[in-house]
């Protein structure tokens, strides 16, 4: 107890990063969308045809993104949406850095519409780290 007291910002810290590691999550859950792993996107590309869309910037885009993946930056989804109206009723799996950008993106699609939408959890980070191949 004594060692809490004595090292009360330092035990702040570190439950503020917990609580950032696990943010993407719990707010996907909390908003209705569908948290998925690099695994479980794969399946929904390779088996119901899902649309990868990553809205990342465009530097961050330039660096690698998942092959056959669509660009559309977080900024410019709600002016581009008429270009996914074709995806409407097929899966979309949104992507970005971390899982952030792309759960806000998840439900600006749900409010235009578009039922079948996935959170990548953990975002390219998570791609990475699971040895999927990107392209550049």
Do not use: T
């Not at 970005?96 to 990548?120: T, W």
């Amino acid at each position: 107890m004594d060692f809490i007291l004595q090292n009360i910002w330092l035990v702040l810290l570190a439950l503020l990063s917990g609580l950032m590691l696990v943010w993407p999550s719990i707010s996907g859950r909390l908003s209705g969308i569908k948290q998925v792993g690099p695994q479980e996107a794969v399946q929904l590309y390779n088996h119901e045809d899902a649309l990868v869309l990553d809205v990342r910037e465009e530097s961050e885009w330039r660096d690698g993104h998942i092959p056959k993946a669509r660009h559309v930056p977080l900024r410019q989804l709600k002016d581009r949406l008429k270009e996914l109206e074709k995806f409407k009723d097929k899966p979309i799996v949104a992507v970005c850095r971390s899982g952030n950008r792309s759960a806000h993106a998840c439900r600006l699609l749900r409010q235009a519409g578009f039922e079948r939408v996935h959170n990548l959890a953990g975002g390219m980070l998570a791609w990475e780290q699971a040895g999927l191949p990107k392209e550049k």
